[in-house]
């Protein structure tokens, strides 16, 4: 454990770039000329395996020109607390398996639903969003289906509808599939110009779909879409879903870092009111993957899912148990990392990280904003940079057809990783900010850097003679 710690160090501190140049052909082979058959090697050559096999081939979220994904630097304290877990490898399903673990588990998640709002909420830790979504709409259809069994109950189900805005996270039309609901159970509601589900547009809707028969199941906000970083109206979508009893579910994957910020928690304004809740701790409050949670403002709710076993929960048990909390039977107790952090850390600098997080996010905006080459193409309400190569002179198309290439250009160098999504039917490239110590100007070498290989590979598709490998390489 020591050996290991000490090589993770050397490699934090001397990544001079978020990944290295070697090519994807060249990382295959090496994983596919591993002898797992072979007698084992014991740890000293193992550890040296795993520093040059993995380690030196690593991405690294907390090195400044890393701005692609919902990725974020961890807090070591929450390292610490990772090492505790794989070593005691507790579960948390049942109280004889975790004892103090089940009672520090309910303490996180009642902490975590004060914050949002609920006087008396719960909920359960889960392996990320696309779980915690899932359970949350798993929920609802329960809920939905109340007095209903056999041919009724089916005959119900395939009436059900969750009703969502198109920048909404997949899993929530994946959880619809998984729950055996119709192919166009889905509906999308209208957004506004910055990609907000427009409460008077979800007022249509739910007239349209009751004069068709269709039962709402659930209205799914999101506070942080993946692609704008924007956060839905919860105020009024809350007060449309309170006026017809509807089960209103909010996605703060993204968002919920905000609940630790005393400058910024009134933008999720109305989360309060949502009958469930998503939360990515690993995306928003630095901790290792996986720590994600589905909080629910009624205790009640959660036990919709229960379900019994004579081996893991008894009728009339006396000991608490969390498996009926949950869809997992074998968990992690990942409310320990959690733990580790607001006792290590504190929920104020995680607060603090998120303020100066939105105060880099908007001066990188400003500086896109004022760069001859590139254009700023949407507010954001995190810390979501969405932006294309386009000088004046140059087509639509040709912009177009570079998005793709400057992000792989970018990534096969291992100087720069950016993301790419579409935007109004256009491709465009995307930065994600989640490392609180990534400066501005870090962050404007970075554009610039994409800047100069869009630059290249223009001319290069204008037929220029330099060689673009050369051309990239300097």
């Known amino acids: 454990m020591g050996e290991v710690s000490s090589r993770i160090s050397l490699r934090l501190a001397s990544a001079d770039a978020p990944s290295t140049n070697t090519p994807q052909r060249e990382l295959a082979d090496r994983a596919a000329a591993v002898d797992l058959d072979a007698p084992g090697i014991g740890g000293p050559a193992l550890l040296q395996e ?5 380690l030196a081939e690593a991405v690294w979220y907390h090195h400044p020109a890393y701005l692609s994904h919902l990725n974020c630097p961890v807090d070591v304290h929450a390292v ?16 004889d398996q975790s004892r103090i673990g089940t009672f520090l588990e309910r303490r996180l998640i009642s902490w975590i639903a004060g914050r949002i709002g609920y006087s008396r909420g719960d909920g359960i830790f889960t392996s990320g969003g696309t779980q915690s979504n899932l359970q949350a709409l798993f929920l609802a259809r329960e809920a939905a289906l109340t007095g209903t069994s056999g041919p009724s109950r089916a005959v119900r189900q395939q009436q059900l509808v969750v009703l969502t805005s198109p920048q909404s996270h997949f899993s929530i039309a994946k959880a619809a599939l998984l729950l055996g609901l119709r192919d166009d159970a889905v509906i999308t509601v209208d957004t506004d110009d910055a990609g907000r589900m427009d409460p008077a547009a979800l007022r249509r809707v739910l ?10 199941m659930a209205v799914s906000a999101t506070a942080g879409t993946t692609d704008r970083g924007v956060i839905d109206p919860l105020e009024p979508l809350a007060e449309i879903c309170r006026g017809q009893r509807l089960w209103l579910h909010v996605d703060a994957a993204y968002g919920c870092g905000l609940l ?14 949502a009958r469930s809740v998503t939360l ?22 959660l036990g ?15 000991e608490p148990n969390q498996v009926d909390k949950s869809l997992q039977t074998t968990r992690r107790f990942d409310a320990l990392k959690l733990y580790a952090t607001l006792r290590g850390t504190g929920v104020g600098a995680v607060g603090r990280a998120w303020d100066d997080l939105l105060d880099l996010t908007q001066a990188v905006h400003h500086h896109v904003d004022g760069h001859a080459e590139l254009q700023l193409l949407a507010p954001t309400d995190l810390t979501t940079v969405l932006f294309r190569w386009q000088p004046a002179g140059v087509a639509d198309q040709d912009a177009d057809a570079l998005v793709a290439l400057v992000r792989q250009v970018l990534q ?7 993301a790419k999504t579409v935007l109004d039917s256009r491709p465009c490239l995307k930065l994600t900010l989640l490392d609180p110590e990534t400066t501005a100007e870090q962050v404007s070498q970075s554009l610039d850097e994409v800047a100069e290989c869009a630059r290249i590979l223009h001319r290069h598709r204008a037929g220029a003679p330099a060689s673009l490998a050369e051309e990239v390489a300097r």
């Open 280 to 301: 990515d701790f690993h995306k928003a409050w630095f901790q290792p993957v996986s720590s994600s949670a589905l909080v629910v403002r009624d205790p009640a709710d």
């Open 412 to 418: 096969e160098s291992g100087r720069v990783m950016v």
């Open 207 to 216: 007239d349209e779909i009751s004069e068709d028969g269709r039962v709402p």
């Open 260 to 273: 630790a910020s005393d400058r910024q928690a009134h933008r999720l304004a109305g989360i309060d009111s």
């Open 80 to 95: 610490a607390a990772e090492a505790v877990l794989a070593a005691v490898n507790p579960s948390v399903d049942t109280y």
């Open 50 to 54: 795993l520093d040059e096999l993995f």
């Open 304 to 318: 919709r899912g229960a379900w019994h076993a004579d081996y893991l929960n008894p009728a009339g048990g006396a």
